[in-house]
């Protein structure tokens, strides 16, 4: 079967205006230009003369239509990081991360919807609302990358790129059914994304990475984003299963967690591991990490990190807290309540002491070093992306306290490949992560790859 660009980005784009009223994702479209550049494609297509090879390896996303996170500066559209305090601001160049997809020939067809200062899991904001989740309009569809997420469970994109610093591309993942890569620490350019913060931790913890309705699409666009650092992920090696060490907790999940974890995401746990170990003769070892018991307190330290997302110090804006809450208590301020909490949050360093601080960083410190020469370089951990299925609107405390099955691993640099586990009796998706050492990309992925076989991938919303 062949199809052209043009057919492939007007396909899109008309599930796109057919999904987008319901699930209200699209800050920003640039329709008429992608139709552009998909003819330029073709027409380029029916001139060119050489093997068809080298093209895959020149421009490996040559006119294939891509949606990209609001907080990534796309050239010419909107840049705002959905908060009413940079209303009009557009991208006046793009990210280096959205240069290697155009690069690679890739054809964007908007930018999507994130909560305010990408600041929670549930994607709201006052600049165009509430972004719903496709298989159930009355829950969240994750967050901040909710607004790829909900397109791509709804069919509405093929590749989205998204952004992760306690979870944003493994939560949307997690709660429309979809697969998504965390990179390793350092891989993936920032420059061009917004928040920014020039705190070190800060490009330590937050990377950029793919969310993918279909799992094999992941390796190829990481190989773009990745640039020249892909050659440090060696993703075209094979991986031999026989020697994987497959580590993976179910008992104790409770013991560390105030939201209980689904039965039947512990259940897919278990199964993973059993056709993993059936199939592949991998190495199986039950653990408990007692660590966990603090991994709240640890997540918690990614609050800490110096002026990131705190819009009432920006010297910018020049808002006052109080008078905001003031405001806000009114129905006046242009805050989002979920933004305004986190910065609560981050003034208290989420109630944490001095004493408190320095003592849940080094146990953090300790916690990665065991844990990554635990794993090595054949090791992976399978975990819950999410503790439950998607939450219902303006949950989100229960979403921060469902954060911890994911923020450890951007503290610890670790990639994480999201695997969609099914669906629910209700119609919810459910998933679970693959957790490798700091550049094992190649490792969780390939692994993510064989259990999508086993669980089927994404399903379309009923």
């Given at each position: 079967?062949?199809?052209?660009?043009?057919?492939?980005?007007?396909?899109?784009?008309?599930?796109?205006?057919?999904?987008?009223?319901?699930?209200?994702?699209?800050?920003?479209?640039?329709?008429?230009?992608?139709i552009t550049e998909a003819k330029n494609v073709d027409e380029y297509l029916s001139r060119y003369n050489t093997?068809?090879?080298?093209?895959?390896?020149?421009?490996?996303?040559?006119?294939?239509?891509?949606?990209?996170?609001?907080?990534?500066?796309?050239?010419?559209?909107?840049?705002?990081?959905?908060?009413?305090?940079?209303?009009?601001?557009?991208?006046?160049?793009?990210?280096?991360?959205?240069?290697?997809?155009?690069?690679?020939?890739?054809?964007?067809?908007?930018?999507?919807?994130?909560?305010?200062?990408?600041?929670?899991?549930?994607?709201?904001?006052?600049?165009?609302?509430?972004?719903?989740?496709?298989?159930?309009?009355?829950?969240?569809?994750?967050?901040?990358?909710?607004?790829?997420?909900?397109?791509?469970?709804?069919?509405?994109?093929?590749?989205?790129?998204?952004?992760?610093?306690?979870?944003?591309?493994?939560?949307?993942?997690?709660?429309?059914?979809?697969?998504?890569?965390?990179?390793?620490?350092?891989?993936?350019?920032?420059?061009?994304?917004?928040?920014?913060?020039?705190?070190?931790?800060?490009?330590?913890?937050?990377?950029?990475?793919?969310?993918?309705?279909?799992?094999?699409?992941?390796?190829?666009?990481?190989?773009?984003?990745?640039?020249?650092?892909?050659?440090?992920?060696?993703?075209?090696?094979?991986?031999?299963?026989?020697?994987?060490?497959?580590?993976?907790?179910?008992?104790?999940?409770?013991?560390?967690?105030?939201?209980?974890?689904?039965?039947?995401?512990?259940?897919?746990?278990?199964?993973?591991?059993?056709?993993?170990?059936?199939?592949?003769?991998?190495?199986?070892?039950?653990?408990?990490?007692?660590?966990?018991?603090?991994?709240?307190?640890?997540?918690?330290l990614i609050f800490t990190i110096g002026s990131f997302c705190n819009v009432f110090t920006d010297s910018e804006?020049?808002?006052?807290?109080?008078?905001?809450?003031?405001?806000?208590?009114?129905?006046?301020?242009?805050?989002?309540?979920?933004?305004?909490?986190?910065?609560?949050?981050?003034?208290?360093?989420?109630?944490?002491?001095?004493?408190?601080?320095?003592?849940?960083?080094?146990?953090?410190?300790?916690?990665?070093?065991?844990?990554?020469?635990?794993?090595?370089?054949?090791?992976?951990?399978?975990?819950?992306?999410?503790?439950?299925?998607?939450?219902?609107?303006?949950?989100?405390?229960?979403?921060?306290?469902?954060?911890?099955?994911?923020?450890?691993?951007?503290?610890?640099?670790?990639?994480?490949?999201?695997?969609?586990?099914?669906?629910?009796?209700?119609?919810?998706?459910?998933?679970?992560?693959?957790?490798?050492?700091?550049?094992?990309?190649?490792?969780?992925?390939?692994?993510?790859?064989?259990?999508?076989?086993?669980?089927?991938?994404?399903?379309?919303?009923?």
């Amino acid at each position: 079967l062949q199809i052209s660009s043009e057919e492939l980005v007007s396909a899109y784009i008309k599930r796109i205006e057919e999904v987008n009223p319901i699930i209200n994702a699209v800050v920003e479209n640039r329709f008429s230009e992608a139709i552009t550049e998909a003819k330029n494609v073709d027409e380029y297509l029916s001139r060119y003369n050489t093997a068809t090879f080298d093209l895959e390896k020149t421009k490996p996303l040559l006119g294939v239509p891509i949606t990209i996170k609001e907080c990534l500066a796309v050239k010419g559209m909107s840049y705002t990081g959905c908060s009413l305090t940079r209303k009009g601001i557009k991208a006046k160049e793009d990210a280096e991360a959205v240069k290697l997809l155009k690069e690679a020939g890739a054809i964007v067809l908007l930018v999507s919807s994130t909560p305010e200062y990408c600041t929670t899991i549930e994607t709201y904001n006052n600049v165009i609302g509430r972004t719903k989740n496709p298989y159930d309009t009355r829950r969240a569809c994750g967050g901040s990358s909710g607004g790829e997420g909900a397109l791509l469970g709804a069919g509405a994109s093929i590749i989205g790129i998204g952004s992760d610093i306690c979870g944003s591309i493994r939560v949307p993942c997690a709660f429309n059914g979809i697969y998504g890569h965390k990179p390793s620490t350092g891989i993936v350019p920032l420059e061009g994304s917004f928040p920014w913060c020039d705190d070190k931790r800060f490009s330590e913890y937050l990377v950029i990475g793919p969310l993918t309705r279909y799992v094999e699409d992941l390796k190829l666009t990481l190989k773009v984003l990745a640039g020249s650092k892909a050659l440090r992920l060696r993703l075209d090696e094979q991986v031999n299963f026989e020697t994987i060490n497959l580590f993976y907790m179910v008992d104790s999940f409770d013991e560390f967690c105030l939201t209980k974890v689904d039965r039947r995401i512990k259940h897919a746990i278990e199964q993973a591991v059993l056709y993993l170990s059936k199939n592949f003769k991998c190495k199986v070892h039950e653990t408990k990490f007692p660590e966990m018991a603090y991994s709240n307190e640890m997540c918690a330290l990614i609050f800490t990190i110096g002026s990131f997302c705190n819009v009432f110090t920006d010297s910018e804006i020049k808002y006052n807290v109080l008078m905001e809450f003031l405001k806000f208590l009114r129905g006046h301020s242009i805050f989002s309540f979920q933004s305004f909490l986190f910065n609560v949050l981050m003034k208290t360093n989420c109630l944490m002491t001095v004493d408190e601080l320095k003592l849940y960083s080094g146990k953090a410190a300790d916690f990665k070093e065991k844990f990554t020469s635990t794993l090595g370089t054949n090791g992976v951990f399978l975990y819950p992306s999410f503790p439950t299925e998607a939450f219902r609107h303006n949950g989100f405390i229960k979403g921060i306290l469902g954060t911890r099955f994911a923020g450890m691993f951007n503290l610890f640099g670790c990639p994480c490949t999201c695997v969609p586990i099914g669906l629910t009796k209700n119609g919810l998706p459910l998933g679970i992560q693959v957790v490798g050492a700091p550049n094992q990309d190649n490792l969780t992925l390939e692994v993510a790859k064989e259990l999508g076989k086993y669980f089927g991938g994404w399903e379309a919303p009923n």
